[in-house]
T-cell receptor
Framework: NAGVMQNPRHLVRRRGQEARLRCSPM?????VYWYRQLPEEGLKFMVY????????ESGMPKERFSAEFPKEGPSILRIQQVVRGDSAAYFC????????????FGPGTRLTVL | KQEVTQIPAALSVPEGENLVLNCSFT??????LQWFRQDPGKGLTSLLL?????REQTSGRLNASLDKSSGRSTLYIAASQPGDSATYLC??????????FGTGTSLTVIP
């Protein structure tokens, strides 16, 4: 059973471009979570999704950031018009059910905005 | 708002020592608490998950305890090894299924 997969592992964008980060949960997992780890800071929750539904997006910045988890395919975290402050490691996690289950984390995508 | 604090921020011990990492949280209304390790440039590895109704969990040389009423958890590592060197993160799972992470303890085990 493959673990949580994220791609790309490293992404470089120039200011103003769009960044698309993909996350494929573990097989059988229907819950996906996105976190951001800024330099010198801890992990911060961004959004919690189930298939085709956003359950909790209280950690998402109000502008430029969006997330989806379609019926088919990976979950996508989209950042429009990136700025240097968006440079961070973005981690995805999945669980089979709710918060009563362990979350399994992917290796992360390291976004660098030039 | 839940705040999670980990002490110490960094710890260096000789190989073979037993050690304790501390985690405290401000809101005792939690569902679970989870300990992770993070290796440089890598993702997170789950170590132990403690349900809110449990007091402790053990896995190999690791033992995690939870005291909800006092807002504390400890991670005990027995007979430390150089391969244990990593950053250890404590995460509290709140009522909204949000994970609140501490800033971590950076552990170095010296051979």
């Amino acid at each position: 059973n493959a673990g949580v997969m994220q791609n790309p592992r490293h992404l470089v964008r120039r200011r103003g471009q769009e960044a698309r980060l993909r996350c494929s949960p573990m097989k059988g997992h229907s819950h996906v979570y996105w976190y951001r780890q800024l330099p010198e800071e801890g992990l911060k929750f961004m959004v919690y999704l189930q298939k085709e539904n956003i359950i909790d997006e209280s950690g998402m910045p109000k502008e430029r950031f969006s997330a989806e988890f379609p019926k088919e395919g990976p979950s996508i975290l989209r950042i429009q018009q990136v700025v240097r402050g968006d440079s961070a490691a973005y981690f995805c996690a999945s669980s089979p059910a709710s918060h009563s289950d362990t979350q399994y984390f992917g290796p992360g995508t390291r976004l660098t905005v030039l | 708002k839940q705040e999670v604090t980990q002490i110490p921020a960094a710890l260096s011990v000789p190989e073979g020592e037993n050690l304790v990492l501390n985690c405290s949280f401000t809101d005792s209304a939690i569902y679970n608490l989870q300990w992770f390790r993070q290796d440089p440039g890598k993702g997170l590895t789950s170590l132990l998950l403690i349900q809110s109704s449990q007091r402790e969990q053990t896995s190999g040389r690791l033992n995690a305890s939870l005291d909800k009423s006092s807002g504390r958890s400890t991670l005990y590592i027995a007979a430390s090894q150089p391969g244990d060197s990593a950053t250890y993160l404590c995460a509290v799972i709140g009522t909204g299924n949000q994970f609140y992470f501490g800033t971590g303890t950076s552990l170095t085990v010296i051979p």
